[in-house]
């Protein structure tokens, strides 16, 4: 089974503060996404990998950056938190190629202050 | 710009058959996936169609026209346990990431 973990359920930060976010995956994917999800919103792709040290600008990249030193990792970074960051953040993995499937972490609701 | 548009939300009772649409309008077009998703849970793919025709497996069908920009997620002999998001996901690339594009969310609600 396809296992995305990510460093934490819960966070709570201040404003001005610096985030990250680590997410694990255990299946030797090629490709990593962060996605936020806000009710009425759906998904929306903040950045995605499809292989170390690459990355690319999803649709709402604004506030947020990214790294990806190691193929099994891809963190999300908030440079400096604000309040309209509080938000549920999903990370997930897929294969490449023709199997797109992405596999889903349990998500980290963030709550800035 | 892309869009996906389904329905917010769809009340069903316990046995019964529900479609859910999707209708999108996207720069690029590889495939239509549905994925799952139950309160304070992670989402989870149900299916992909990236051919014309209805793909099944168990309870659920999925179907997809491409000439129409047009896809239904189907379930049938409803379940309780079937209560949840579904999400429609467009995938824009096909090289360099695989990226999807979601819609808004239908939230089933399954009643006895």
Known sequence: DVKVTQSSRYL?????????????????????????????????????SYDVKMKEK??????????????????????????????MYLCASSLGGSEDTQYFGPGTRLTVL | GQSLEQPSEVTAVEG??????CTYQTSGFYGLSWYQQHDGGAPTFLSYNALDGLEETGRFSSFLSRSDSYGYLLLQELQMKDSASYFCAVRVG???GGKLIFGQGTELSVKP
């Not at chain 1, 999803?58 to 947020?64: A, F, K, L, N």
């Open chain 2, 16 to 21: 019964a058959i529900v479609q859910i649409n």
């Open chain 1, 58 to 87: 999803g649709d709402i990249p604004e506030g947020y950056s990214v790294s990806r030193e190691k193929k099994e990792r891809f963190s999300l970074i908030l440079e400096s938190a604000s309040t309209n960051q509080t938000s």
């Open chain 2, 94 to 96: 096909y090289n360099q």
């Open chain 1, 12 to 48: 709570v930060k201040r404003t001005g503060e610096k985030v990250f976010l680590e997410c694990v995956q255990d299946m030797d994917h090629e490709n990593m996404f962060w996605y936020r999800q806000d009710p009425g919103l759906g998904l929306r792709l903040i950045y995605f």
